[in-house]
């Protein structure tokens, strides 16, 4: 049983570069989500997906956008990556309407802008 | 606006001792949704519970226990007899919004 699976694990990317961060899950889950986590801050939402074909904004979408063409995938894009945009990413899952049901993540991408 | 706060950034406790973390809550929602996750060293994000403001029960699950209190929006987590596995960083967190609180990273020595 896969769950979610992001790629890359680990990305080192020059800023100004554009970069997307991959997320799958296998479960069928309607709600997805991107979050950051960064030292002393916890996770913070970037960007969710309540159901195929809707996005929405969370705390801290700027630089970053979302697709949710089916309901399996859910990339994360930087159009044009920035230090301050190091951080690890989680994907995550929920089977129910968002803040209802706990979140499945996946294991994290680690991404370095320099 | 929501949010949390888990004012404890770092807790340090021997093996065995008994330990509680907290998390203060802000919401103008009268319905609700409360979770916690553990985040052990390896750096998965692992669900623990969720709890349902309608209900202010306390939850015990083996060495875990919570006492959610509506009154104090509080939801705090109690670690019975603690132990080196339970060294993690561990997330409040408030539905609707699904914001998460800042963490609080346990450290149980033997």
């Known amino acids: 049983i896969a769950g979610i699976t992001q790629a890359p694990t680990s990305q080192i990317l020059a800023a100004g570069r554009r970069m997307t961060l991959r997320c799958t899950q296998d479960?069928?889950?309607?709600?997805m989500y991107w979050y950051r986590q960064d030292l002393g801050l916890g996770l913070r939402l970037i960007h969710y997906s309540n159901t195929a074909g809707t996005t929405g904004k969370g705390e801290v979408p700027d630089g970053y956008s979302v697709s949710r063409a089916n309901t399996d995938d859910f990339p994360l894009t930087l159009a044009s990556a920035v230090p301050s945009q190091t951080s690890v990413y989680f994907c995550?899952?929920?089977?129910?309407?968002?803040?209802?049901?706990?979140?499945?993540f996946g294991e994290g991408s680690r991404l370095t802008v320099l | 606006a929501q949010k949390v706060t888990q004012a404890q950034t770092e807790i340090s406790v021997v093996e065995k001792e008994d330990v509680t973390l907290d998390c203060v809550y802000e919401?103008?929602?009268?319905?609700?949704?409360l979770f916690w996750y553990k985040q052990p060293p390896s750096g998965e994000l692992v669900f623990l519970i969720r709890?349902?403001?309608?209900?202010?029960q306390n939850e015990i699950s083996g060495r875990y226990s919570w006492n959610f209190q509506k009154s104090t929006s509080s939801f705090n987590f109690t670690i019975t007899a603690s132990q080196v596995v339970d060294s993690a960083v561990y997330f409040c967190a408030l539905g609707y919004g699904m914001r998460f609180g800042a963490g609080t990273r346990l450290t149980v020595k033997p």
């Open positions: 709890r349902n403001s309608f209900d202010e």
């Open positions: 479960m069928r889950h309607n709600a």
């Open positions: 995550a899952s929920s089977d129910r309407h968002m803040g209802t049901g706990e979140l499945f």
């Open positions: 919401t103008r929602d009268t319905t609700y949704y």
